[in-house]
Each structure stands twice: as C-alpha cells, then as structure tokens.
C-alpha cells in the first residue's frame, strides 16, 4: 500500500521532482553612491539529467533584474540583456566578471557589504528558484 501511495503521489504531482540548478559562491557588488545599477555572480551547476534554461530573474533589491553577457569584439567589451541561458546536463556555467552575469537595474536602495539579496530563477519547465545571494565589496570580487 505504502509504494502504491508513493507512485500516486509521484504522478499527481509532476513538478515535485523538478530539475534546478545547484547554485553556489552567490555574490552581488555592493554599488558605490551614485550609481543605481550593479552586478551579480555565481557558479550555476547543473547535476541533473535534463537540460535546465534559466529564462529569467528577479530580485527584492532592483526594479529590474536581468540575465547579461559580456564579449569582446575587437578591443570593445560589449554587455548585452540575453534572453535565456542554457545549462546542459551534468555542466556547470560560471557567472563571472566579464562573463555572464546578472544586472540588477534601477536599486531601490544603497546595495551594502555585509547585507543580502534574494534572487529568483525562473526555468524553462516552469519552475522557479530562490537564492540568497551576500552583498559584498567590490575588491573582493574576482574574475
């Protein structure tokens, strides 16, 4: 009886077991005055056996919250809003300066060291993801 209300639980309930991201090393620069727009990085592994796109963000410290890129054409860096970021199976994407990253646009506050921000990821099987991400200073990001 115990295994047949286990296998009815596991088919009524198809998103219990829903594939995300194993999301370390969690970090958002703290913004000097005068600038309302930062960023954020982390290391996103994927353990899963599912493909997992992260098709959008959000967060409780900016009015918005974006998915960015960053490359070099020529002697150019170029930063631009992406749609989705796709993490195969068994990989893992590392969120970087000067790599992807996530924008947090339009703060609606001073971003400190030593304080927090929730970040949440929205997959593409229709899942989301809370994250705790510590606000740190500056120099103490590394790329």
């Known amino acids: 009886m115990k295994k047949f209300l286990f296998l009815l639980a596991i088919l009524i309930s198809p998103f219990a ?6 999301i370390s090393n969690s970090k958002v620069r703290a913004n000097i005055p ?3 727009n930062t960023a954020g990085y982390m290391v996103a592994a994927n353990f899963t056996k599912d493909d997992i ?3 959008g963000v959000e967060s409780d410290i ?3 919250t974006e998915l960015h890129s960053h490359t070099m054409k020529g002697d150019r860096m170029i930063m631009r809003h992406v749609k989705k970021v796709d993490i195969d199976a068994g990989e893992t994407a590392y969120f970087a300066p000067n790599k992807y990253h996530i924008m947090f646009i339009n703060l609606k506050s ?3 060291h ?3 921000a929730k970040v949440t ?3 593409n099987d229709g899942t ?3 994250v705790a991400f510590d606000i740190i200073d500056p120099k103490e990001i590394s790329g």
């Not at 077991?17 to 194993?22: D, G, P």
């Open 62 to 64: 900016a009015e918005f």
């Open 121 to 123: 990821f929205h997959y």
């Open 17 to 22: 077991f829903s594939a995300q991201l194993e």
């Open 53 to 55: 796109s992260i098709i």
């Open 110 to 112: 001073r971003a400190k």
């Open 114 to 116: 030593g304080e927090s």
């Open 128 to 130: 989301s993801q809370t």
């Open 34 to 36: 005068g600038s309302d």
